[in-house]
């Protein structure tokens, strides 16, 4: 099986611009996780979607948001980026309520 | 806040078994304990989870103590591959709280 595939890989953007994430699951897998990785604030929880529906949503700013398509895919979204968003976002999936998640590689968000 | 203590750092000699220890003195009965590593700047990858039992898999073992307060994962012949940054997480199984808690791990150092 084909594992997690995120995209872009890399991104450049300014302040004050928006940018979309995406993510494809593992081929069968409903719920799919997002995090962010920052060197200061380590891997953080935002946000988990199970058959379109967030599930459970962690401790960012409504300025993330995501959401999951009926195939399982989902994106994230940021709007009005500050530098302090440069970070690498990482989205897991997992078959559904068995709990095991897999990761994807990562696109990694750079603000200017 | 994470659920765990580890050791910030750990040497390994090539060839070698890396044993990599967990505190979870707070553990709950449906909890579960996780093992996942982080090479640089790469996506976490699962390696193994178990409730109590000890638990082995081609990547490693889980040790799990009758108290279920600690654990060690164990990589039985460590490779210069295997210098990552080790993740323990306790995790409550299935339903919506399906959310990975990382704290900031054990930097595993292979060397030759």
């Known amino acids: 099986k084909a594992g997690v595939t995120q995209t872009p890989r890399y991104l450049i953007k300014t302040r004050g611009q928006q940018v979309t994430l995406s993510c494809s699951p593992i081929s069968g897998h409903r719920s799919v996780s997002w995090y962010q990785q920052t060197p200061g604030q380590g891997l953080q929880f935002l946000f988990e979607?199970?058959?379109?529906?967030?599930?459970n949503k962690g401790n960012f700013p409504g300025r993330f948001s995501g959401r999951q398509f009926s195939n399982s895919r989902s994106e994230m979204n940021v709007s009005t980026l500050e530098l302090g968003d440069s970070a690498l976002y990482l989205c897991a999936s997992s078959p559904g309520d068995e709990e095991t998640q897999y990761f994807g590689p990562g696109t990694r968000l750079l603000v200017l | 806040d994470a659920k765990t203590t580890q050791p910030t750092s750990m040497d390994c000699a090539e060839g070698r078994a890396a044993n990599l220890p967990c505190n979870h003195s707070?553990?709950?009965?449906?909890?579960?304990v996780y093992w996942y590593r982080q090479i640089h700047s790469q996506g976490p990858q699962y390696i193994i989870h178990?409730?109590?039992n000890n638990e082995t898999n081609e990547m490693a073992s889980l040790i799990i103590t009758e108290d279920r307060k600690s654990s060690t994962l164990i990589l039985p012949h460590a490779t210069l591959r295997d210098t990552a940054v080790y993740y323990c997480i306790v995790k409550y199984y299935g339903g919506s709280q399906g959310n990975l808690i990382f704290g900031k791990g054990t930097k595993l150092s292979v060397k030759p």
């Open positions: 979607y199970f058959s379109e529906t967030q599930r």
């Open positions: 178990g409730l109590k």
């Open positions: 707070t553990i709950s009965g449906n909890e579960y």
